[in-house]
Every structure is written in structure tokens, then in C-alpha cells.
């Protein structure tokens, strides 16, 4: 499974509404598809799970959605932006075999 | 506390090797699969190698199958990357990963430089 992100960057302002996209080649399975937030000097930080879980401690102003029943259109909201959330964001394929992780390329969220 | 903390990076000659190390605490090494993922300069996430809890299974991607080994150490709640024949485009900073099955806990990482 490969996976696409769109936009590349999205310029924003806090306090605006962040909407992240992630495609899928083929149908994720179970819903295997996770958003993490990674920003510099830091390791990656699982946000969403299971495409709409959020994990433990991760705001409710993230909220992951799917599009449609192929599994194949993934979301990233981000209802309404932090200084702290200005970051890269990837979704990921889990679950796989032998690639037990598949990675989007990112998508930037830096201010405007 | 769950706490993933890798050790074992730093420069090193094209084709030399190096020995990574991830040693864990905060929760029960033994019944978790565990993955590295890598990150080079400038570029996004990869997925090297996975490894199941007891180390029947095994999986390494196609950029370092044959080159790199993946083990653990359940009595030592530890994992290991082995990796041999390095190259420049192995220099990346790597992560030690937990599968629960999403990636949930990560190392703050290790960085490796591949340069003569």
C-alpha cells in the first residue's frame, strides 16, 4: 500500500481550521491507518489510531475521519490551531506484511 | 512510564558497521513486537525492520535486507539493530518503536552518520 498527502504545506494562522488529507492506494485494512505529529528534535507522536481514535493525552480538537467505505480517503482535522500544533504530520499504514509500516511523504503546517 | 531509550550511533566509515541498541522500560517488553524506523536529513519516515515478541518473525525492508539484523533480549527488555556494509544513504537518525499494533511509543532516537 502506498500513501499520498495533500497539501505538501498549508499556510495557517492559530486559531484556524487545519483539514489534512491522506490516500491510499489500495484498501487499508481494518482501518489500519494512523496521523502522527513530528516536529524537530523530537520523536513522532502517535495522535489518531484505527483512523479515528485518538490516542491517550492528544486534545480533542484532532479528530481523524474516513471518507467513504473503501478505505482508501483518510483525514487529519485539526479544529482549530495551537502555536504548538505548527508542525509535520504523517499518516501511516500499520499492520502490513513484511512492511509492518507504510509512511506518507508529510504534510507541513506552518504559520502564514 | 514507558520509556524506549536507544544508544549505539555515531560516525562511522562507508561499509563499516555499528550496533544499535534500544533498551526499555515501563512495560512488558517480552509480550510486545517491536519495529526500527529511520529518518535521513530532509526526508520522511521509514520503516526498516520488525521483529515479533518472542523473535519467530521476522522483516526488514528492501533497502537493508541482507545488510542489517534485527534482535532482542526479552530478559533484558532490550532490542538491537546490527548493521553492516553502511552507507552514506544510511545516515539517518533511528528509532526504536513499539507495535501495539500502531506505533504508539517511540525512542527519542539515535543518530548515525555514514561519511569518511
Known amino acids: 500500500i502506498a500513501l499520498t498527502q495533500s497539501p505538501g504545506t498549508l499556510s495557517l494562522s492559530p486559531g484556524e481550521r487545519a483539514t489534512l488529507f491522506c490516500r491510499a492506494s489500495q484498501s487499508v485494512g481494518s482501518g489500519y491507518l494512523a496521523w502522527y505529529q513530528h516536529k524537530p528534535g523530537q520523536s513522532p507522536r502517535l495522535l489518531i489510531f484505527g483512523a479515528s481514535n485518538r490516542a491517550t493525552g492528544i486534545p480533542d480538537r484532532f479528530s481523524g475521519s474516513v471518507s467513504g467505505t473503501d478505505f482508501t480517503r483518510f483525514t487529519l482535522t485539526i479544529s482549530r490551531l495551537e502555536p504548538e500544533d505548527f508542525a509535520l504530520y504523517y499518516c501511516?499504514?500499520?499492520?502490513?506484511?513484511?512492511?509492518?509500516?507504510?509512511f506518507g511523504p508529510g504534510t507541513r503546517v506552518d504559520f502564514k | 512510564e514507558v520509556q524506549l531509550v536507544e544508544s549505539g550511533g555515531g560516525l562511522v566509515q562507508p561499509g563499516g558497521s555499528l550496533r544499535l541498541s534500544c533498551v526499555t522500560s515501563?512495560?512488558?517488553?517480552?509480550?510486545?513486537?517491536m519495529n526500527w524506523v529511520r529518518q535521513a536529513p530532509g526526508k520522511g519516515l521509514e520503516w526498516l525492520s520488525y521483529i515479533s515478541s518472542g523473535s519467530e518473525t521476522i522483516y526488514y525492508a528492501d533497502s537493508v535486507q541482507g545488510r542489517f539484523t534485527i534482535s532482542r533480549d526479552n530478559a533484558k527488555n532490550s532490542l538491537y539493530l546490527q548493521m553492516s556494509s553502511l552507507r552514506a544513504d544510511d545516515t539517518a537518525m533511528y528509532y526504536c518503536v513499539r507495535e501495539v499494533p500502531q506505533a504508539d511509543y517511540w525512542g527519542q532516537g539515535t543518530l548515525v552518520t555514514v561519511s569518511s
Open positions: 501511516q499504514h500499520y499492520g502490513g506484511s513484511p512492511s509492518r509500516f507504510t
Open positions: 515501563g512495560f512488558t517488553f517480552s509480550r510486545n513486537d
